[in-house]
């Protein structure tokens, strides 16, 4: 021992050569690495960048509209010509309000009634979707007709697209849709301070529309929210119950083998191959019916289970075996072992598996089509058996428009589905971070 | 050698004849890990109110053979058990009985440390409470506290009850998993290495509260250390290559062993 550690340290005193461990070519190719990684990082945010920009760009718009504030009379003659809203109170429910609004704007603008050019297009610079309001005006409280109050009326879309700078006005007058008298009358009405652009909450609560300016999301947002309920009222319990099933009492034979095959299959199947399912079996055989977010969303549950199985069997799948050893160990029963101490290790990586099965079942759209949600459905649903859209389908209807008004509230749809996108993203982060601080 | 000599002259049992019967015992116990045979026909006897001490070499089967006595085999995808096993003569093996209810009886500190990341108060409490041991409040406050006092871990916890069990270090982890086998107060406690994390003062707690529990319940130590098999045991058996060599009263193990085996691991030539 001490004879070969003497001639050792004599060497070591001569030449302390170094042993070369290649450590240059290590922390070159670690480098390397790390440079790709930052490279590879960039290029995604860059991309995520152009998306945002190009959606936020064309749709931040669609979350004002214009809208025009002027002195509306709510002339007897018009609304009540024979004066029988004592005993037939119908009338006021389908009184002819649009001429309200137009004679209106006319005496704002000085345009007399008789001069019907002119008329015509103070009916395209006011938008007729103000019936809904001026008749809620006279239904609340019918003691406002024969008076004059100040109403704020939305513009018409092509006058919100004009206020907003869409419109070209180098283009000759006849090729666009905005006239130059309109123009001008736009600029008068603002100079005179009753041009407005407040938040379009319209945006979220109308349902379809033939004219932007009254379109929204309200329908689509119902749906898919009735549709997100039913998906987690479902797709949790099921899935859940299923994975623990099959993660902690059943024996592993060729019998659970193979439904985790098919399971991971069932994951790999088309979104539209599941709506082709639902209109044969639940529309078809059950008689459900066509464009009801229940279906929508036994569709998309069915869609969202093996999402949900697989990441709660990953999950639970995690938990060390010592916790149950432990559990077993004091005399637990497997159901107790399970419920209070595996599930709850389990819970953040079953929690952000369902939110991701959720978002994406949010965005879900080809099954939805196959079940008639791609319809025109004006009233918001009271109950998830009457017609609905959804967000993905409402943003494919509107891309199909041509109106400026249209496009501009696509991108303000992709903007909301994003939002919730989001949101749903930021709770899966917050429910893991809550549930893992426990421990 | 005197070797022979005594393996001719003391074939009669080695352990000191009781009125009791055995309060568990193998007979014939084989274990199977899929097709690998882990334990070969091991006879065993575990006295009531005894510490019965398990030794022998690495992957010799003591785990095993101790995991089989309150079927924490069953847990092991592929584990198969044949043979009996008698808790007071009650098979255990036999379909009528209740696994829970075996291992409320029969409680378990495990190898390593596997305490729940749970508070340490709820790492204690868990099994009085899911077998309805303590009636109030005061009652599990009282068990938890006598649990850890005994376990040697109250001093070190008692103002951190609320802390998460997983927090402590892997020698007060193994007490505290001490603490909630001997919460449940089972009739047998199955120890297996519970000191290999410990130090020098832990352990003499422990081998202290082995000491006094054999008062009220019946122990099975597996150990590595001769030492602790000879200061805590009444009866000592020798595990080799998954078949059990010898066992008899443990003083007669250490100073008089019948097996060249035996005599060659506790003086340290295998293992
Ligand atoms: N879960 C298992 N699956 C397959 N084989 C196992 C399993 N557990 C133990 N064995 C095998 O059974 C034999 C006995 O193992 P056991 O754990 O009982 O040994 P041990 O005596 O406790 O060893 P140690 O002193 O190292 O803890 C070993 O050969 C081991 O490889
Ligand atoms: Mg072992």
Known sequence: ?439 | MSLETVATTSAAPVTAPRNAPPKMQGEKVCVFYGAKQALFDVDLKIEQFSVTSLIGPSGCGKSTFLRSLNRMNDTIDGCRVSGKITLDKDDIYDPSIDVVELRARVGMVFQKPNPFPKSIYENVAYGPRIHGIARNKTDMDEIVHSSLRRAGLWNEVKDRLNEPGTGLSGGQQQRLCIARAIATRPEVLLMDEPCSALDPIATAVIEELIDELRENFTIVIVTHSMQQAARVSQKTAFFHLGKLIEEGKTEDIFTNPRNKQTQDYITGRIG
């Open chain 1, 1 to 439: 021992m001490t004879d070969a550690a003497l001639p050792h340290s004599a060497v070591e005193a001569d030449a302390p050569a170094r042993r070369d461990f290649g450590l240059k070519r290590r922390h070159a190719a670690e480098r390397r690495f790390r440079l790709y990684g930052i490279v590879a990082i960039f290029i995604g945010l860059g991309f995520l960048a152009i998306l945002l920009v190009s959606i936020v760009s064309k749709g931040y718009t669609a979350f004002v509209q214009t809208a025009i504030t002027v002195p509306v009379e709510f002339s007897a003659d018009i609304i009540d010509k024979d004066n029988e809203r004592a005993t037939n109170p119908r009338v006021l429910v389908s009184a002819n309000y649009p001429v309200v609004a137009r004679n209106a704007v006319a005496k704002a603008l000085g345009v007399s009634p008789d001069d019907k050019a002119a008329m015509r297009e103070v009916a395209k610079f006011v938008s007729d979707g103000n019936r809904a309001t001026l008749r809620q005006i006279v239904m609340e409280d019918p003691s406002v007709i024969g008076t004059t109050r100040d109403v704020t009326l939305l513009a018409a879309a092509d006058i919100d697209s004009a206020n907003k700078g869409q419109i070209d006005l180098a283009v000759p007058q006849d090729k666009r849709k905005v006239s130059d008298r309109q123009i001008a009358w736009l600029d008068q009405l603002k100079a005179e301070g009753a041009i407005s652009t407040p938040f379009n909450w319209g945006l979220l609560t109308f349902g379809a529309s033939s004219r932007p300016e009254t379109s929204g999301l309200g329908v689509a947002l119902a749906g898919s929210l009735y549709m997100m309920a039913i998906v987690l009222l479902c797709a949790l319990p099921i899935g859940v119950a299923a994975s623990i099933y099959l993660e902690e009492f059943a024996k592993k034979d060729r019998f659970t083998d193979f439904i985790e095959v098919n399971i991971n299959n069932l994951a790999a199947v088309p979104s539209i191959v599941f709506g082709l399912l639902g209109l044969a079996v639940f529309i078809n055989f059950f008689g459900l019916p066509r464009s009801a977010p229940i279906v929508g969303g036994l569709v998309l549950t069915l869609m969202t289970l093996p999402t949900i199985i697989i990441a709660t069997r990953a999950a639970l799948r995690s938990v060390p075996p010592s916790i149950r050893t432990a559990a077993l160990g004091v005399g637990a029963s497997k159901m107790q072992m399970v419920f209070d101490h595996v599930l709850p290790l389990a819970t953040p990586g079953i929690l952000t598996g369902t939110i991701i099965g959720l978002a994406r079942a949010l965005g879900e759209t080809a099954p939805l089509l196959l079940i008639g949600m791609v319809a025109f459905v004006a009233d918001a649903p009271t109950s998830p058996l009457s017609p609905a859209t959804a967000l993905p389908v409402q943003i494919y209807m509107w891309s199909n428009e041509a109106e400026r008004a249209f496009v501009e509230r696509t991108s303000g749809a992709i903007i909301v589905l994003l939002a919730f996108l989001a949101i749903m993203n930021i709770a899966a982060i917050l429910l893991r971070r809550h549930f893992e601080r426990r421990w």
